[in-house]
C-alpha cells in the first residue's frame, strides 16, 4: 500500500522546466535608479553639453561676444593654423605638460618610498608633505611670484650668484621653469598619495624573498616595486598630463603669460577671447584643442589595454 502510494505520488509531481518555452516577465527597473540618473543627466546636459554646441555653433562665426554676427564657415579654424601665436601657446603647453608629468612623477614616487619606509614621525612629515595640495594654486602662484622677484634676487646678488641677481620670471628663457617648480610643488603630493596606496598594496613577503636572494635596493626598486605599481604609475601618469595641459591659475599668477607671449598657454588664449572680443576665434581654438585631447586620451587608453595595466 506504501509503495503503491509512493509511486501515484512521484507520477503527479510535474518535471522540472528545462528553459524552454518558458516566458520570463522583464526585469523591472528600480523607480529611484531614474530618481537618480535623470536630474544628473539634464545637470550635465544644461551645464557642459549645451554651451559646448553654442560654442561649436558660435565657432563658425564671427561672433566677438557682443552685438551682430554672421555666419563665416571654416576660416576661423583655417586662420588658427596660420596664427604664430596659437601655435606657440601650443608649443609651450605640450613642452610644459611632458616636463612637469615626468618631473612630478620622479618627485612623488621619491617622496612616497621615503614615506612608506620605516622612519620616525612619518605621520606629521607626511602632513607636512601633503599641505601644498589643500592651498589655492592661485594663493601658492602669488607667493612664489613674490619670492622669485625679490628675495630670491637679493639672496643671489649677496651671494655673487649673476643668473639670479634679476628675477627669472622676467627672463624668456627661465620663466617657463619657475612654473614648473611650482606646479611640481603644488602636484607632487596628490602623486604621493596614490603612489604610497601602490606602494603599501605590495605583499611586504615580495620584498622579504628578495632579501633573501640578495637583491639591493635598487633592484628591488626596478624588478619588484615599478612592476607592481605600474598601474598606479599609469593613473598619475594620465591624471597629471590631462591637468597640466590646461594649467592656467599658475600662469596667470606668476607670469601672466609673459615675457612677452613666451608662457602663454592654451588655455589662457582660449579664455582672452571671452573678454577680448575674440570669442568666435578662440572657440575655434577650443574646438581644436578639445579634439587634440580627446584622441591623446584615446591613444593613451589603446596603450593601457596593449600593456594589459589594471586600474
Do not use: C, H
Request: net charge positive; charged share 10%; glycine share 8%.
Amino acid at each position: 500500500m506504501t509503495a503503491s502510494t509512493t509511486v501515484d505520488t512521484a507520477r503527479s509531481v510535474p518535471p522540472p522546466a528545462t528553459g524552454v518555452g518558458v516566458v520570463r516577465s522583464p526585469r523591472r527597473i528600480d523607480p529611484t535608479y531614474y530618481w537618480m540618473v535623470v536630474p544628473v543627466l539634464a545637470l550635465f546636459a544644461f551645464f557642459i553639453t549645451l554651451p559646448a554646441l553654442v560654442g561649436v555653433f558660435f565657432s563658425l562665426t564671427n561672433y566677438a561676444g557682443y552685438g551682430d554676427w554672421k555666419f563665416i564657415g571654416f576660416a576661423n579654424y583655417v586662420n588658427i593654423f596660420k596664427d604664430p601665436a596659437i601655435l606657440q601657446s601650443y608649443i609651450f603647453t605640450f613642452v610644459f605638460a611632458l616636463t612637469t608629468t615626468v618631473v612630478v612623477n620622479i618627485v612623488a614616487l621619491a617622496i612616497a618610498l621615503g614615506l612608506n619606509a620605516k622612519i620616525k614621525w612619518r605621520t606629521g612629515i607626511r602632513t607636512v608633505f601633503f599641505i601644498p595640495m589643500v592651498l589655492s594654486a592661485l594663493v601658492v602662484s602669488f607667493v612664489f611670484n613674490y619670492l622669485f622677484s625679490n628675495t630670491l634676487p637679493v639672496l643671489a646678488e649677496r651671494f655673487g650668484f649673476t643668473p639670479l641677481a634679476t628675477s627669472i620670471l622676467a627672463n624668456e628663457n627661465l620663466a617657463w621653469l619657475a612654473i614648473v617648480l611650482v606646479t611640481v610643488w603644488q602636484a607632487a603630493p596628490g602623486a604621493t598619495i596614490i603612489y604610497l596606496a601602490g606602494l603599501q598594496s605590495v605583499p611586504a613577503e615580495v620584498y622579504e624573498a628578495a632579501d633573501l636572494d640578495g637583491a639591493g635596493s635598487f633592484r628591488q626598486l626596478f624588478s619588484l616595486t615599478l612592476p607592481l605599481i605600474l598601474g598606479y604609475l599609469v593613473i598619475n601618469v594620465i591624471l597629471g598630463f590631462k591637468g597640466f595641459l590646461g594649467t592656467y591659475e599658475i600662469i596667470v599668477g606668476l607670469t601672466g603669460g609673459g615675457p612677452g607671449m613666451a608662457t602663454q598657454s592654451v588655455a589662457m588664449r582660449i579664455f582672452s577671447g571671452f573678454t577680448g572680443g575674440d570669442y568666435s576665434y578662440q572657440m575655434a581654438n577650443a574646438v581644436i584643442y578639445f579634439l587634440i585631447t580627446l584622441l591623446i586620451s584615446i591613444v593613451q587608453l589603446r596603450l593601457i589595454q596593449r600593456r594589459g595595466v589594471s586600474l
